[in-house]
């Protein structure tokens, strides 16, 4: 089984692709990828329908809050990213309640759990987005889909250098989602991840 964006070959889709390039480095941008082919692949398996664009673009560009031209000073990187998905949005015609949405998705990927029946496409990217950055549910997936992802966007010592990222958040944000995340076993989970051993 090999995963492909083919079916997300749109000019949104492109487009997405392209910002996240420009601002997300190599690590950043991959991971970005494989959490959302890590959550369509789940959706497929679960049978869940869901917005496909609106979880691309949201899984695109959910870390964009962590790279310096948008961190900010004051609020936690999800709730920035945000910002940044609702603009992106809206320079391709999307609809005021479709900008919000993604804009919701990307900051719920750092919250409670939501369930696929509450928010199918935030409930997406958090299985995405735990797969990818810690492992969670990883043995789930075929390991010909998680051999070709990964050789298609490889880690590129990803691990360490979002947990550094995070710890900074935590630092600096001391009350935002990410210094919970730290102070809950961040480096610890991520150390173990599967994907990296």
């Known amino acids: 089984m090999t995963w492909t964006l083919h079916h997300l070959d749109s000019e949104t889709a492109r487009s997405a692709f392209e910002i996240a390039s420009e601002y997300a480095d ?12 890590f959550a369509a692949e789940y959706a497929r398996a679960q049978g869940l329908s869901y917005d496909a664009e609106l979880l691309y673009v949201s899984a695109l560009l959910h870390d964009l809050g962590l790279t310096a031209p948008f961190d900010s ?12 998905a609702r603009l992106f949005t809206a320079g391709l015609g999307w609809k005021p309640e479709r900008r919000a949405r993604a804009q919701e998705v ?12 509450e ?27 998680r051999t070709g992802l990964l050789e298609a966007y490889p880690r590129l010592g990803f691990g360490a250098a979002f947990l550094a990222l995070v710890e900074d958040q935590a630092v600096r944000k001391p009350r935002c989602a990410a210094a919970a995340y730290v102070a809950g076993g961040a480096a610890t989970r991520i150390a173990a991840n599967p994907l990296d051993h």
């Open 26 to 37: 190599p690590a950043l941008l991959n991971h970005s990828v494989r959490s959302y082919a």
């Open 73 to 84: 000073h004051t609020l936690p990187f999800e709730e920035a990213g945000g910002h940044v």
């Open 106 to 117: 990307i900051v719920l990927h750092m919250r409670d759990d939501v369930t696929a029946a």
């Open 119 to 145: 928010d199918v496409e935030s409930h997406l990217l958090q299985v995405g987005t735990s797969a990818d950055v810690s492992g969670l549910r990883v043995a789930d997936f075929d390991a010909s889909f």
